[in-house]
């Protein structure tokens, strides 16, 4: 007898990062890190989205990181940082594929773990982890503001007053994301299952999930104001073509999942069972109870 916590649980638990990801996360670390650190003032180095937040799901999520240069060292066009470390690492990482996708240069690697993206950010403000602000390449060659540090913590920190369950809530957003190929940020995601966590005293992962989605249906997917009050909006896809489609993906979404809802408060578990189905795919365990 499998329970819907339990069925989460088990899905969740197939999609964690192994202890190889973990070896090959590691080790390209350090020779991403000599390389720029060899070329450039680095200040710091270290990673940060999904697997940081402990909120991955394997096979998709990519592996971030933060390359912290010299403020001093801000060229006046982000375009010119992000040319300059795709040049170096398409020279020096022959088994890579290295392209710019504006914030990240983009590494494609043919291992466990394949795609890396690393931001070039320059200190704004702040003295802290709580407070620290970068600038990163915005569009047409220009910088907008990031709290990596910062979100982290406040992710970290609704996930501990809650047990563990917004990052259960954020993983299975984005597995949703992925099954459904659905065009909104992960790290969106990630935030607005942070902010259910703070606004509410019980998560659990198929109320939350429902309660997420149908306000971001009621309001249109919006920009959501940054919980940390540290930058300005988040926003949640690319562009406008990008919202409409998502929009669409969640109205499917909000169909399935009050489906769901519905027939687990009826004790209904066939049906329940092909609602979740609907949403994350024939993998997700069936549930009994």
Not at 104 to 121: C, H, K, N, R, W
Not at 164 to 181: D, I, M, N
Not at 218 to 222: A, D, F, R, V, Y
Not at 244 to 254: E, P, Y
């Given at each position: 007898?499998?329970?819907?916590?339990?069925?989460?649980?088990?899905?969740?638990?197939?999609?964690?990062?192994?202890?190889?990801?973990?070896?090959?996360?590691?080790?390209?670390?350090?020779?991403?890190?000599?390389?720029?650190?060899?070329?450039?003032?680095?200040?710091?180095?270290?990673?940060?989205?999904?697997?940081?937040?402990?909120?991955?799901?394997?096979?998709?999520?990519?592996?971030?990181?933060?390359?912290?240069?010299?403020?001093?060292?801000?060229?006046?066009?982000?375009?010119?940082?992000?040319?300059?470390?795709?040049?170096?690492?398409?020279?020096?990482?022959?088994?890579?594929?290295?392209?710019?996708?504006?914030p990240?240069?983009?590494?494609?690697?043919?291992?466990?773990?394949?795609?890396?993206?690393?931001?070039?950010?320059y200190?704004?403000?702040?003295?802290?982890?709580?407070?620290?602000?970068?600038?990163?390449?915005?569009?047409?060659?220009?910088?907008?503001?990031s709290?990596?540090?910062?979100?982290?913590?406040?992710?970290?920190?609704?996930?501990?007053n809650?047990?563990?369950?917004?990052?259960?809530?954020?993983?299975?957003?984005?597995?949703?994301?992925?099954?459904?190929?659905?065009?909104?940020?992960?790290?969106?995601?990630?935030?607005?299952?942070?902010?259910?966590?703070?606004?509410?005293?019980?998560?659990?992962?198929?109320?939350a999930?429902?309660?997420?989605?149908?306000?971001?249906l009621?309001?249109?997917?919006?920009a959501?104001?940054?919980?940390?009050?540290?930058?300005?909006?988040?926003?949640?896809?690319s562009?406008?073509?990008?919202?409409?489609?998502?929009?669409?993906?969640?109205?499917?979404?909000?169909?399935?999942?009050?489906?769901?809802?519905?027939?687990?408060?009826?004790?209904?578990?066939?049906?329940?069972?092909?609602?979740?189905?609907?949403i994350?795919?024939?993998?997700?365990?069936?549930?009994?109870?």
């Open positions: 007898m499998t329970s819907l916590g339990e069925g989460f649980d088990q899905y969740l638990a197939a999609r964690n990062p192994t202890e190889s990801h973990k070896a090959e996360v590691r080790r390209y670390r350090e020779r991403v890190k000599v390389l720029i650190a060899a070329n450039h003032r680095l200040m710091g180095f270290f990673q940060s989205g999904s697997f940081q937040h402990g909120t991955a799901v394997m096979p998709h999520s990519d592996v971030d990181y933060i390359a912290r240069i010299h403020f001093e060292d801000r060229p006046g066009s982000s375009t010119t940082i992000l040319n300059n470390i795709r040049d170096l690492l398409k020279r020096e990482l022959w088994e890579a594929t290295v392209t710019v996708s504006r990240t240069v983009t590494l494609d690697f043919s291992g466990l773990l394949s795609q890396y993206e690393i931001t070039p950010a200190l704004e403000r702040g003295a802290t982890d709580n407070n620290e602000v970068l600038l990163i390449p915005a569009s047409g060659g220009g910088w907008r503001e709290a990596p540090k910062a979100h982290n913590k406040f992710v970290a920190d609704m996930d501990h809650h047990n563990g369950a917004v990052r259960k809530v954020a993983r299975v957003l984005k597995a949703w994301r992925y099954e459904q190929s659905v065009s909104i940020s992960s790290f969106y995601l990630e935030m607005r299952a942070a902010e259910y966590g703070k606004n509410n005293r019980s998560v659990f992962p198929l109320t999930v429902k309660s997420i989605v149908t306000t971001l009621n309001q249109g997917l919006p959501m104001n940054d919980p940390t009050g540290l930058v300005s909006r988040i926003g949640a896809c562009n406008e073509t990008a919202r409409l489609s998502a929009i669409t993906d969640l109205r499917k979404c909000k169909k399935h999942i009050d489906a769901a809802c519905d027939a687990w408060l009826d004790d209904e578990r066939y049906d329940m069972n092909q609602a979740l189905q609907a994350w795919g024939t993998t997700f365990p069936y549930c009994d109870t």
